[in-house]
């Protein structure tokens, strides 16, 4: 200890060093706050970042660096997508929200299509066999991209289904996000890749290449499946244990989707795209191509959306502000994490000022503390404009979906939150359907059913509500 402090008093008695740090501050303040202000994000982010880099000297360019916003260009795997040729041109205009399909298909690239038959597969008990079976019925190539993937049953189950297709001459490939599949490591998955398929991680965080700024928080958030070209998995269920009611009573409340028609092209294409990037390989974009069955029109009108840090025009985000605008009947949204900006936020609450029926389904308790804090912080404005909230429990609520009207669904990866919106990779399917917008509605008229209508009389401690909602509020840009 007496070595230290002689350490640091000659430290201080080098001549001029505190003017010397004190302009090396100022430098940094300076420099660093040009380049997050010329990244041109809303303004709460930016200041949220200069306030908190500010007081956190050359330890805050480190958080910056690793965590902060970051844009992704993939010129290549653009040009991937308009080689490949996967999706259809649509067959022509609708009758009704064509300026919702113009939108998405401006903003994504994928045009719109149709689907022949859509099933929703509500938790882990219903989505994970239909899975299994799928997967069972594969002859040619089996596609799956996912979040989470953890070595568990569920995991476990799902791999040696994979092994038995691979050994069978099937074509497996596999892509996980390296942080939230952090838990399967490369030996659990030794017996799909000496059967011969194919495992990639989006994204890995090697030491080696720190040098680059690492892209740690941009991450795929999708769960996709596609099966021979013709059969389709997509939502938000992840290959775990946490999500099967089955193996667990606390199982997540969540919702997938099973689907098949030409609809599944576009899940083809945006995986195809996202493995080409994640592998730099392109050689099996052929192979691929030619195995797609013949186009087959269904009578489901579809639409898939896709988005992340590689675009600008957050496609889904639009597409929900878009959808909430055009209602004229009622706006039911469910969704884990509500963390909505500006204009997300003005869309609910015009539509519950302008009398519609406007509802909005969140867990009691998210899997974050912080995370339930700051949806809590929304909730005053909602009720005052006329907004039903409901919170879910005592199951986590993980479902992400929207519906409008008597006929629009939105069902996806996607939270209503900024991650989701801006920083990661994600996938939805937009429905113009009768059908589909009925299912969804019973579904989530079961879970309004099980939720816990918030009130404004409830109580409103400083120190138990107002304080930390309004701090975790702050935070929040910065998630």
Known sequence: MPDLLHAWETFWAIPHIRAWLTAGWIVYLVWLGLWIVLQK???????????????????????????????????????????????????GPGDDSVELRTLAHATTGLAPTTAREVRLLVDGGSKYPALLDAIAAARDHIHLEYYIYCPDRTGTALRDALVERARAGVKVRLLLDAMGSKQAKPRFFAPLVEAGGELAWFHPAQPWTLWKRPWVNLRTHRKIVVIDGAVGFLGGINITDEEDERLREDAYRDLHLRVDGDVVRALQEVFVEDWAYATESRDFVGDVVRAMPAPAPGPIRAQLLSSGPDSP????????????????????????????????????????????????????????RLVTWCVRSYFDDLLAAG?????????????????????????????????????????????????????????????????????????????????????????????
């Open 41 to 91: 994000r809303e303004p709460a982010a930016t200041l949220s970042w200069l306030v908190s880099l500010a007081a956190l000297p050359y330890i805050g360019f480190a958080i910056y660096y690793l965590l902060g916003p970051q844009k992704i260009t993939r010129h290549r795997a653009r040009r991937l997508r308009h080689r490949a040729s996967l999706a259809r041109e649509p067959e």
């Open 387 to 479: 907004v039903k909230v409901y919170e879910y429990g005592p199951r986590m609520l993980h479902t992400k979906a929207l519906l409008v009207d008597d006929q629009l669904a939105i069902i996806g990866t996607a939270n209503f939150d900024h991650r989701s919106f801006r920083l990661n990779f994600e996938a939805s399917l937009l429905f113009e359907d009768a059908g589909v917008a009925a299912e969804l509605a019973q579904v989530i008229e079961r879970d309004f059913a099980s939720a816990p209508r918030v009130r404004d009389d409830r109580a409103r401690p400083l120190l138990g509500a107002r304080l930390p909602e309004a701090l975790a509020r702050l935070i929040a840009p910065l998630l």
């Open 313 to 368: 025009w957050e496609a889904i985000h639009r597409l929900h502000v878009g959808a909430i605008h055009s209602a004229g009947k009622r706006v039911w949204l469910a969704t884990p994490y509500f963390v909505p900006g500006e204009a997300a936020m003005m869309a609910l609450t015009s539509a519950a000022l302008g009398g519609l029926d406007v509802r909005l389904l969140v867990p009691k308790m998210s899997d974050s």
